[in-house]
């Protein structure tokens, strides 16, 4: 019976691991960083010696018992004794020399991990209540999928959001593969840097308990080639809102100008609110709702109409006197906003 529901547990546990996170590969033993190449390190020495405690304690363990066990003729209590000096400060000294060595490695990973490379560039991070908004150099804004050329060391400068009607709350900035976790302290900027090294899509997660939908405040991080960075860049600098030419998209602008600016920002428009995410280039986006769904033409309406039904706490109000079609149009218009030419579908999951 017992092992009989441990298999079934064991089982039910690979499946939602499987379905879970949506083919990505969330592991901090699988670096992709110097940095965490250097933290992982310091958990492998860690483990070591866990394992070398659990063997000596558990074999100790195994050995008294079965050495001192009641053998069956036996009766009254068997030799008593008090005390041993040199067991007691070895078993003293060789923890003291574990803690030393797990203290002396991770100073020196700690120093490592905190050398930004002079050629890093600054991207500013602001959390909010839930999404992400990224600024590279010279203005550019993402939001929700940050988006880095490979091989080229980052530094991030974190913070989380002030401004407006919700209270400031402290939100991390975590990506598994990486980089470990950073807190976004509201009214404090914190940094962290890391070099992708491999072309893909990463998952970011907030791991700081922050709200009603700290699960659904997700992100990621697409690394791509430093041409195609270069491209995006380049594109997004001239971005400009296309003049639509089919009616449907040309009434979802409409809408879209008069409904949605008051907190969307559009590159290269008058509308450049900051309250929420910067809707410029939405059409390369691969996600919607801070990395929580698939950006498909039927949830972007979904999310349109009734986001705060799809993402508890949202700050965006439900729009129910949007009716389905003029949803569907400004979700096309949406997805005309993008730089021409990228393609992230295709990348590796990481
Ligand atoms: Cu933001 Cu948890």
């Avoid at 110097?34 to 394992?51: D, T, Y």
């Avoid at 020196?108 to 209540?129: I, W």
């Avoid at 809102?241 to 008058?270: E, M, R, S, Y």
Wanted: aromatic share 12%; net charge neutral.
């Amino acid at each position: 019976m017992l092992r009989r529901s441990l298999v079934w547990a064991v089982l039910l546990l690979g499946v939602a691991f499987a379905l879970g996170d949506g083919g990505y590969n969330i592991n901090i033993l699988d670096p992709a960083t110097s940095n965490n190449r250097e933290v992982s390190k310091v958990l492998w020495w860690v483990m070591g010696f866990a394992a070398i405690i659990f063997l000596v304690v558990t074999g100790a363990m195994t050995y008294i018992v079965l050495k001192f066990k009641k053998r069956g003729d036996e009766t009254g209590e068997p030799p008593q004794f008090h005390g041993n000096d040199r067991l007691e400060i070895t078993w003293t000294l060789i923890p003291f020399v574990i803690v030393c060595v797990i203290f002396g490695l991770t100073a020196r990973s700690m120093f490592v991990v905190s050398q930004v490379p002079a050629d890093a560039m600054p991207v500013k991070v602001t959390a909010h209540l839930f999404w992400w908004d990224f600024e590279y150099p010279e203005g550019i804004r993402t939001s929700n999928e940050l988006i880095l050329p490979v091989n080229r060391p980052v530094n991030f400068q974190i913070t989380s959001n002030e401004a407006g009607p919700a209270k400031p709350v402290i939100h991390s900035f975590r990506v598994a593969s990486l980089a470990g976790t950073q807190d976004a302290i509201p009214g404090i900027v914190t940094t962290r840097w890391f070099k992708p090294e491999k072309e893909g899509v990463y998952y970011g997660q907030c791991a700081e308990l922050c709200g009603a939908s700290h699960a659904n405040m997700r992100f990621r991080v697409i690394v791509v080639s430093q041409a195609e960075f270069d491209r995006f860049m380049q594109g997004a600098k001239s971005f400009q809102p296309p003049t639509p030419t089919d009616p449907a998209v040309a009434k979802g602008q409409q809408l879209f100008n008069a409904q949605c600016t008051a907190c969307h920002a559009i590159n290269n428009t008058q509308y450049q609110s900051k309250i929420g995410p910067d809707l410029s280039f939405f059409g390369n986006r691969l996600t919607l709702g801070a990395g929580i769904w698939n950006n498909t033409p039927e949830r972007l309406e979904a999310w349109i109409r009734n986001s705060p039904g799809m993402k508890p706490g949202s700050l965006m109000p439900p729009f129910p006197q949007l009716s389905a079609e003029d949803a569907r149009s400004i979700g096309a218009y949406l997805e005309s906003l993008k730089v021409e030419g990228l393609d992230f579908s295709k990348l590796p999951k990481f």
